[in-house]
């Protein structure tokens, strides 16, 4: 029996939880989140609480997998999920314009990201970035984007990180000793 899929998901007050055969909707004060799962899985809801149970001991690693997302959904829907991005360099900075947010990133030009459904940017900063948002899987990928404009470089640590992210140093040249 997997021991995450096992456990039951409290739903809390104020999210209301739908399940249409394999369609799961969870609905909250933050929104409303939609997700299809295989049919490997039976989900039923039991006592103001969420059941995930497998069909069969062949799909062991789905049934853990279904409960943990869902489990995401409810808690987006009441709490919703966010990521920290710290900017590190000389000149580097992000500001907020409207629905857009500008990066300077030592770039001849600078870089726009610009906010969608679901997707809250913020700079409330000059180095630091926040995304917010209900759906966790779409959070950490705007986030991994944002990042990926100017990875983090090992030898002085300039660019895009994650708060509490751990960069790698390496050291600089060694002279030319003969």
Do not use: C, W
């Not at 969608?116 to 970035?129: C, H, Q, R, Y």
């Not at 944002?146 to 600089?172: L, N, S, T």
């Amino acid at each position: 029996m997997s021991r995450i899929g096992k456990n039951p998901i409290q739903i809390p007050q104020g999210v209301e939880v739908k399940i249409d055969g394999q369609k799961v909707t969870v609905t909250g004060p933050k929104g409303t989140l939609t997700r299809e799962f295989l049919n490997t899985v039976n989900i039923k809801i039991e006592e103001s609480k969420i059941i995930v149970t497998r069909t069969s001991d062949e799909f062991k690693n789905v049934h853990g997998l279904t409960r943990t997302l869902i489990n995401n959904m409810v808690i987006g829907v009441t709490n919703g999920f966010e990521k920290v991005l710290e900017i590190n360099g000389i000149g580097y900075k992000a500001q907020k314009q409207g629905k857009k947010l500008l990066l300077s990133l030592g770039y001849s030009h600078p870089v726009e990201i610009e906010e969608f459904d679901g997707i809250t940017l913020e700079a409330p900063a000059a180095n630091s970035i926040i995304v917010k948002g209900i759906d966790k899987e779409v959070v950490g990928q705007v986030a991994a984007n944002i990042r990926e404009k100017r990875a983090p470089e090992p030898y002085k640590g300039k660019g895009i990180k994650y708060a509490g992210e751990k960069i790698k140093r390496k050291e600089g040249k060694a002279g030319g000793k003969k």
